[in-house]
T-cell receptor
Framework: EPEVTQTPSHQVTQMGQEVILRCVPISNHLYFYWYRQILGQKVEFLVSFYNNEISEKSEIFDDQFSVERPDGSNFTLKIRSTKLEDSAMYFCASLEGRWNSPLHFGNGTRLTVT | AQTVTQSQPEMSVQEAETVTLSCTYDTSESDYYLFWYKQPPSRQMILVIR??????QNATENRFSVNFQKAAKSFSLKISDSQLGDAAMYFC????????????????FGKGTKLSVKP
């Protein structure tokens, strides 16, 4: 069965550094998402992407965050200048676009900001 | 805005027994989807079961079933014949109907219920 793949599985970075989290959604899917889960807390929506542009974003998704789908297969989340509070699990998800299809999640990238 | 509430931070069940996890939600929409996701210690997000709001029949997937009460905005998950591998965080989630130019299928999650299974 096709999967959403995320790399790396764990990223450690220093505060103030830029990080790029990578995702390869399922190939025939149309909608793409990033979610964040701070340890012990609920999963929070960051951004959705459709038709090569951001379609929705949450209050968390401020100017420090950006997303790109540079080549038709990868979907990236960039954090420009990481803060300690950005430490979390970041999940990529994709959706086929049929009206009743479920979101498929990747295994997540654990980001640790020191 | 829609909200999802899971009032049980932790639950425990004996192996082979049945457990029910609660979820309530708030929405003004008449059509939507509801999901239960399982997150084991590996922190993967695994879809357990889904329910379309227009369907009155409760969804079932093997040992997992839901009790969907639309009027009460309640969506509980029942796990029968609990197994050690069922131990995980369980998240209830809501999704609006996909609507080009409107809802983009974003999931709204509850805070989760941590399920322990005792041998």
């Amino acid at each position: 069965e096709p999967e959403v793949t995320q790399t790396p599985s764990h990223q450690v970075t220093q505060m103030g550094q830029e990080v790029i989290l990578r995702c390869v959604p399922i190939s025939n899917h149309l909608y793409f998402y990033w979610y964040r889960q701070i340890l012990g807390q609920k999963v929070e929506f960051l951004v959705s992407f459709y038709n090569n542009e951001i379609s929705e974003k949450s209050e968390i998704f401020d100017d420090q965050f950006s997303v790109e789908r540079p080549d038709g297969s990868n979907f990236t989340l960039k954090i420009r200048s990481t803060k300690l509070e950005d430490s979390a699990m970041y999940f990529c998800a994709s959706l086929e676009g049929r009206w009743n299809s479920p979101l498929h999640f990747g295994n997540g990238t654990r980001l640790t900001v020191t | 805005a829609q909200t999802v509430t899971q009032s049980q931070p932790e639950m425990s069940v004996q192996e082979a027994e049945t457990v029910t996890l609660s979820c309530t939600y708030d929405t003004s929409e008449s059509d939507y989807y509801l999901f239960w996701y399982k997150q084991p210690p590996s922190r993967q997000m695994i879809l357990v079961i889904r329910q379309e709001a227009y369907k009155q029949q409760n969804a079932t997937e093997n040992r997992f079933s839901v009790n969907f009460q639309k009027a009460a905005k309640s969506f509980s998950l029942k796990i029968s014949d609990s197994q050690l591998g069922d131990a995980a965080m369980y998240f209830c989630a809501y999704r609006s109907v996909l609507n080009y130019g409107g809802s983009q299928g974003n999931l709204i999650f509850g805070k989760g219920t941590k399920l322990s299974v005792k041998p």
